[in-house]
């Protein structure tokens, strides 16, 4: 076994090229910040022109085919482009964009045609996507879906939209386009009534409503450091009459819940090796035991805090592990959902230990002693939100059937 | 990146192997037998482990050993702790074969080592004392130096594996320091020797656990290994060396237990279903997958970290806590999937309980490693 993360001698002189590129070419005033509600619009507007230039390149989604608007590189190669993004605090796709979620089920259900039209937009950071599939009634239960596309009685080759989604995007402004889950027959049985849309975000009948939220972040989790990993500001969309052509599905009428699927398999933890694990906040929470005197402090007043700091350490070596572990292959069918089980309930712990460490000033989110823009009241917050991505009592589902039990 | 977790052709090999010589040499009822004694291992069985070059598969090839990795040493006991064989594997063979390594002289090396392979000498420590702990201060049997030999005096409690071992590796106090960590030697003591006792340890503790009695021991000087009064810290290093190998062990219990649990719920039927339907079950099954996919990962990367010499001080404690930690769990959590069944001595899963419940105190206990990893990380 080699565990080694190091770049090989291929991967340092593709680091070199990366390195000049991305001086030449991250936007002077461009300031990437973990807590995305606190972006400006000036700067996502930043955010968003580097995603583009990192489009051109091929670089914003490096491993898909070139003829498709991707990179064609290698797992190793995109490591290499994360980790000198991860070194100035970014994350591909730069802002939060979710052709990651996407993209993949294009590529595994969509027509050649569908492929070529779809992707290259998406891939070069022309079309930012959000992704529509949560509804009031469709949470857990997703083939449940209660908005409409039905086949316009005369225009045929037309579908007309009708509903709620709920739990969309999303920073202002909108994106370009919905990647949309919609029942498209009120006939056919569960499962078969399905269709998946890509239809542009400013048709008529339209109405994007931000919700009032707690911050949802991947705080816990082995990621990026940059804003493309936090989901701040979240939306309802309503679709009144909303009209659209034939030629907006992903594969045919009725391949809505295969197109799904495709989505949840990246979702829930597929994919290779693409950036180095590491829990940023872990990190720094660490460093800080050791050097500020305000924690040492309370450390020495109360002994048993030392228990807390050696959970959050065991918490963050096996997060990084399991995510080696999937990355390099070794997930068997049950990893992904396993690790965002762990992260979802080892967050919660985490942010209850950082708590315990650092008192009130793990909720407060000013001072010198701030470790990062405020991530122990968005830390804490995530050990409240969970559902993102799927609850863990969803994901223990699909853990069973990846280790065949319960059926 | 270099990234890469399959085992290499070789481990498989290894492991394959082990397995089938588990599978042949020690099928069910010969492994319940094995269980109950207070050894563990049988003369053939143990001459047929030598002839597999098993002990000797840390020593260096120099001294008549195998020299394999720790990484390949984890991959054998890992496929020792699915069955789980019990024995003196890895009390003589990883830590004993270590601490000689660590502390001996050329000459004893060269003797002791080759013995050790060989299975003639059979090595187990002896270091915790009714005032049990893993720490320097609280041990108090003496060796006093006479002319041309030690008088050892004192009690060791928790010793594994003594009726089996041949020779005790007997920590003793050959000097008085402010610092209980100075003046600490290791003596290679025979059995044999007048003055050495044994007496099983009574309770739920495998039957391998045992009180060793020094009284007036002389022992030539030659047992003393290495130098006088600088043990500890070549211990400590031996020790370190050879816990990921017992984790590994531990890792290899999990994985069959949680084999067994899963392959149980498919099976088992209640309520007109297989019970790996109630979702309270798959939520044991869960936990006991998990618990052992964090004890695998990280034993493993320690293993591999001590192999390339790199820094690995606090994976050592994490290995330690968190593989303890998971064989208790996942021990436990397999009584509750399999239920009344489970608590027969017949059924494997009880092969497992009384281990590991041993094995979480041995070498330390998760509070133990947690106090030294906590250390680490807040000391500046």
């Given at each position: 076994?080699d565990?080694?993360?190091?770049?090989?001698?291929?991967?340092?002189?593709?680091?070199?090229?990366?390195?000049?590129?991305?001086?030449?070419?991250?936007?002077?005033?461009?300031?990437?910040?973990?807590?995305?509600?606190?972006?400006s619009?000036?700067q996502?507007?930043?955010?968003?022109s580097?995603?583009?230039?990192?489009?051109q390149?091929?670089?914003?989604?490096?491993?898909?085919?070139?003829?498709y608007?991707?990179?064609?590189?290698?797992?190793?190669?995109?490591?290499?482009?994360?980790?000198?993004?991860?070194?100035?605090?970014?994350?591909l796709?730069?802002v939060?964009?979710?052709?990651?979620?996407?993209?993949?089920?294009?590529?595994?259900?969509?027509?050649?045609?569908?492929?070529?039209?779809?992707?290259?937009?998406?891939?070069?950071?022309?079309?930012?996507?959000?992704?529509?599939m949560t509804?009031?009634?469709?949470?857990t239960?997703?083939?449940?879906?209660?908005?409409n596309?039905?086949r316009?009685?005369?225009?045929?080759?037309?579908?007309?939209?009708?509903?709620?989604?709920?739990?969309?995007?999303?920073?202002?402004?909108?994106?370009?386009?919905?990647?949309?889950?919609?029942?498209?027959?009120?006939?056919?049985?569960?499962?078969?009534?399905?269709s998946?849309?890509?239809?542009?975000?400013?048709l008529?009948?339209?109405?994007?409503?931000?919700?009032?939220?707690?911050?949802?972040?991947?705080?816990?989790?082995?990621?990026?450091?940059?804003?493309?990993?936090?989901?701040a500001?979240?939306?309802?969309?309503?679709?009144?009459?909303?009209?659209?052509?034939?030629?907006?599905?992903?594969?045919?009428?009725?391949?809505?819940w295969?197109?799904?699927?495709?989505?949840?398999?990246?979702?829930?933890?597929?994919?290779?090796?693409?950036?180095i694990?590491?829990n940023?906040?872990?990190?720094?929470?660490?460093?800080?035991c050791?050097?500020?005197?305000?924690?040492?402090?309370?450390?020495?007043?109360?002994p048993?805090?030392?228990?807390?700091?050696?959970?959050?350490?065991?918490?963050?070596?096996?997060?990084?592990?399991?995510?080696?572990?999937?990355?390099?292959?070794?997930?068997?069918?049950?990893?992904?959902p396993?690790?965002?089980?762990?992260?979802?309930?080892?967050?919660?712990?985490?942010?209850?230990?950082?708590?315990?460490?650092?008192?009130?000033?793990?909720?407060a989110?000013e001072?010198?002693?701030?470790?990062?823009?405020?991530?122990?009241?968005v830390?804490?917050?995530?050990?409240?939100?969970?559902?993102?991505?799927?609850?863990?009592?969803a994901?223990?589902?699909?853990?069973?059937?990846?280790?065949?039990?319960?059926? | 990146?270099?990234?890469?977790?399959?085992?290499?052709?070789?481990?498989?090999?290894?492991?394959?192997?082990a397995?089938d010589?588990?599978?042949?040499?020690?099928?069910?009822?010969?492994?319940k037998?094995?269980?109950?004694?207070?050894?563990?291992?049988?003369?053939s069985?143990?001459?047929?482990?030598?002839?597999?070059?098993?002990?000797?598969i840390?020593?260096?090839?120099?001294?008549?050993?195998?020299?394999?990795?720790?990484?390949?040493?984890?991959?054998l006991f890992?496929?020792?702790?699915?069955?789980?064989?019990?024995?003196?594997?890895?009390?003589?063979?990883?830590?004993?074969?270590?601490?000689?390594e660590a502390?001996?002289?050329?000459?004893?090396?060269?003797?002791?080592?080759?013995?050790?392979?060989?299975?003639?000498?059979?090595?187990?420590?002896?270091?915790?004392?009714?005032?049990?702990?893993?720490?320097?201060?609280?041990?108090?049997?003496?060796?006093?130096?006479?002319?041309?030999?030690?008088?050892?005096?004192?009690?060791?409690?928790?010793?594994?594996?003594?009726?089996?071992?041949?020779?005790?590796?007997?920590?003793a106090?050959?000097?008085?320091?402010?610092?209980p960590?100075?003046?600490?030697?290791?003596?290679?003591?025979?059995?044999?020797?007048?003055g050495?006792?044994?007496?099983q340890?009574?309770?739920?503790?495998?039957?391998?656990?045992?009180?060793?009695?020094?009284?007036?021991?002389k022992?030539?000087?030659?047992?003393?290994?290495g130098?006088?009064?600088?043990?500890?810290?070549?211990?400590?290093?031996?020790?370190?060396?050879?816990?990921?190998?017992?984790?590994?062990?531990?890792?290899?219990?999990?994985?069959?237990?949680?084999?067994?649990?899963?392959e149980?719920?498919?099976?088992?039927?209640?309520?007109?279903?297989?019970?790996?339907?109630?979702?309270?079950?798959?939520?044991?099954?869960?936990?006991?997958?998990?618990?052992?996919?964090?004890a695998?990962?990280?034993?493993?990367?320690?293993l591999?970290?001590?192999?390339?010499?790199?820094?690995?001080?606090?994976?050592?404690?994490?290995?330690?806590?968190v593989?303890?930690?998971?064989?208790?769990?996942?021990?436990?959590?397999?009584?509750?999937?399999?239920?009344?069944?489970?608590?027969?001595?017949?059924?494997?899963?009880?092969?497992?309980?009384?281990?590991?419940?041993?094995?979480?105190?041995?070498?330390?206990?998760?509070a133990?490693h947690?106090?030294?990893?906590?250390?680490?990380?807040?000391?500046?």
């Amino acid at each position: 076994m080699d565990f080694s993360l190091d770049y090989t001698e291929e991967q340092e002189r593709f680091a070199v090229e990366v390195r000049k590129w991305l001086d030449d070419n991250v936007p002077k005033d461009f300031k990437p910040i973990r807590d995305a509600q606190k972006m400006s619009y000036e700067q996502f507007q930043l955010g968003r022109s580097f995603a583009r230039k990192l489009g051109q390149k091929g670089w914003l989604y490096p491993t898909y085919p070139r003829e498709y608007g991707g990179g064609g590189l290698e797992t190793a190669k995109t490591l290499v482009i994360n980790e000198e993004l991860a070194k100035r605090n970014m994350a591909l796709p730069i802002v939060t964009d979710w052709t990651t979620l996407c993209a993949p089920a294009i590529m595994a259900c969509a027509t050649d045609e569908q492929k070529k039209r779809y992707l290259p937009p998406m891939l070069r950071g022309e079309a930012l996507t959000w992704q529509l599939m949560t509804e009031p009634e469709a949470g857990t239960d997703e083939a449940n879906q209660q908005t409409n596309a039905l086949r316009h009685q005369r225009d045929k080759d037309h579908f007309i939209i009708n509903g709620q989604k709920i739990f969309v995007g999303g920073l202002w402004p909108p994106p370009e386009q919905f990647y949309l889950l919609t029942r498209s027959s009120l006939e056919a049985p569960r499962h078969q009534n399905l269709s998946s849309f890509i239809i542009p975000a400013n048709l008529p009948g339209i109405t994007i409503q931000p919700l009032d939220l707690f911050p949802l972040s991947t705080f816990a989790a082995v990621s990026g450091p940059s804003g493309a990993t936090s989901e701040a500001v979240k939306n309802s969309v309503f679709f009144d009459n909303v009209r659209v052509h034939e030629s907006c599905l992903i594969g045919n009428e009725g391949d809505g819940w295969k197109v799904t699927n495709a989505t949840f398999a990246v979702e829930h933890g597929g994919g290779g090796l693409a950036r180095i694990p590491r829990n940023y906040i872990a990190d720094k929470f660490l460093v800080q035991c050791k050097n500020n005197p305000v924690i040492s402090r309370r450390l020495k007043d109360n002994p048993h805090l030392i228990d807390s700091v050696v959970n959050i350490y065991i918490y963050a070596e096996v997060d990084r592990l399991l995510s080696l572990r999937n990355g390099a292959g070794k997930g068997g069918a049950y990893g992904g959902p396993q690790l965002m089980v762990f992260e979802k309930h080892g967050g919660a712990q985490v942010a209850a230990d950082m708590a315990a460490v650092l008192g009130p000033y793990a909720f407060a989110d000013e001072g010198d002693w701030v470790l990062d823009e405020g991530i122990f009241e968005v830390g804490e917050r995530c050990g409240i939100c969970q559902a993102p991505g799927g609850t863990p009592e969803a994901m223990k589902i699909i853990i069973s059937r990846g280790l065949s039990i319960g059926r | 990146m270099a990234l890469d977790l399959n085992l290499s052709e070789s481990e498989e090999m290894l492991k394959k192997t082990a397995l089938d010589f588990i599978r042949r040499e020690t099928p069910h009822d010969v492994l319940k037998k094995l269980l109950e004694t207070d050894t563990g291992i049988t003369d053939s069985l143990w001459a047929k482990t030598v002839e597999m070059g098993w002990p000797g598969i840390l020593v260096p090839e120099s001294y008549g050993g195998i020299g394999s990795t720790l990484t390949s040493a984890g991959v054998l006991f890992e496929a020792l702790g699915s069955a789980p064989l019990p024995g003196p594997h890895f009390s003589s063979g990883i830590l004993g074969s270590l601490i000689v390594e660590a502390a001996g002289s050329e000459e004893q090396k060269k003797s002791l080592l080759a013995a050790i392979s060989e299975g003639q000498v059979i090595a187990t420590l002896a270091l915790t004392e009714p005032d049990y702990s893993w720490e320097p201060g609280p041990l108090r049997a003496t060796a006093t130096a006479g002319s041309g030999d030690f008088v050892l005096d004192g009690t060791k409690l928790f010793v594994m594996d003594a009726q089996a071992a041949t020779h005790l590796i007997v920590v003793a106090r050959t000097r008085e320091e402010a610092d209980p960590a100075r003046g600490l030697s290791l003596f290679m003591v025979d059995k044999k020797t007048p003055g050495v006792s044994l007496r099983q340890v009574p309770g739920f503790l495998t039957g391998r656990s045992f009180e060793v009695k020094l009284q007036a021991v002389k022992v030539p000087r030659s047992a003393l290994l290495g130098e006088a009064d600088g043990g500890w810290p070549l211990l400590q290093e031996a020790i370190a060396k050879a816990i990921p190998v017992l984790c590994a062990y531990k890792v290899g219990a999990c994985q069959a237990l949680c084999e067994l649990a899963v392959e149980y719920s498919r099976v088992r039927v209640q309520f007109g279903m297989p019970i790996g339907r109630f979702q309270r079950v798959q939520d044991m099954i869960i936990q006991m997958v998990t618990h052992t996919d964090a004890a695998r990962w990280i034993t493993y990367e320690t293993l591999w970290k001590l192999d390339t010499g790199l820094p690995a001080q606090e994976s050592v404690h994490l290995a330690k806590a968190v593989a303890s930690e998971a064989y208790w769990q996942v021990v436990t959590l397999a009584h509750q999937v399999f239920s009344g069944i489970s608590y027969s001595r017949e059924h494997t899963v009880s092969f497992h309980t009384r281990g590991s419940r041993s094995l979480y105190n041995f070498l330390g206990e998760p509070a133990h490693h947690r106090q030294k990893l906590g250390k680490l990380l807040t000391r500046n």
